[in-house]
């Protein structure tokens, strides 16, 4: 009985290299939320996704990061050239239906993402 | 601006004591308040929840949180720590009832628990 599954659980980059960090929701969930923890700040929302299609992307930088939840496999959310400033864990979570406050949400243990 | 502001960054405990974590909200109308711990490798795991009604809220593994809005609180209680409970807990704002990605997080505490 999996719960939220995020590998890998560390992840070490040079700056200027791509990071991919996947997501496998809870069976039956077809809803997966990302969330940044930044050093210091709590964690923001990013982008929410159902499969095939992004949601709601209105916390994700503009530049760099992308996101996707296909038919098949798990969610990936996508940094390329990465930097410094991208070092954070980073926290998936999915849950069974739409995402009013009454959703309960489940979470994955996170991967933390070094950039050196 | 909504903020939550979690006052204590680490707490160490006794195992038998008991347990107060404080959480503090900036917001202007009642807000959708919860309580997420993460245990050491796990996801972050949903304690207890308010909405409305009753402002004292009962959650798992033993823990209640009070909802108290003339001090814009939401402080997480147990009366008996067990050693198990050595984690990161976090308190969380919802703004509205019709969106759960918008939740405003605190920082976390980050509690340990002596033998």
Redesign the interface.
């Known amino acids: 009985n999996a719960g939220v599954m995020q590998n890998p659980r560390h992840l070490v980059r040079r700056r200027g290299q791509e990071a991919r960090l996947r997501c496998s929701p809870m069976k039956g969930h077809s809803h997966v939320y990302w969330y940044r923890q930044l050093p210091e700040e709590g964690l923001k929302f990013m982008v929410y996704l159902q499969k095939e299609n992004i949601i709601d992307e209105s916390g994700m930088p503009k530049e760099r990061f992308s996101a996707e939840f296909p038919k098949e496999g798990p969610s990936i959310l996508r940094i390329q050239q990465v930097v410094r400033g991208d070092s954070a864990a980073y926290f998936c979570a999915s849950s069974r239906g739409g995402s009013t406050t009454n959703e309960k949400l489940f979470f994955g243990s996170g991967t933390q993402l070094s950039v050196l | 601006a909504q903020s939550?502001t979690q006052p204590d960054i680490h707490i160490t405990v006794s195992e038998g004591a008991s347990l107060e974590l404080r959480c503090n909200y900036s917001y202007g109308a009642t807000p959708?308040l919860f309580w997420?711990v993460?245990s050491p490798?796990?996801?972050?795991?949903?304690l207890l929840k308010y909405?409305s009604g009753d402002t004292l809220v009962q959650g798992i593994k033993g823990f209640e949180a009070e909802f108290k809005r003339s001090q814009s609180s939401f402080n997480l209680r147990k009366p008996s720590v067990h050693w198990s409970d050595a984690a990161e807990y976090?308190c969380?704002v919802?703004l509205?009832?019709?969106?759960?990605?918008?939740?405003?997080?605190?920082?976390?505490t980050s509690l340990a628990v002596n033998p």
């Open positions: 939550v959708y997420y993460q490798g796990q996801g972050l795991q949903l909405f976090f969380a919802g509205n009832a019709g969106n759960n990605r918008k939740l405003i997080w605190g920082l976390g």
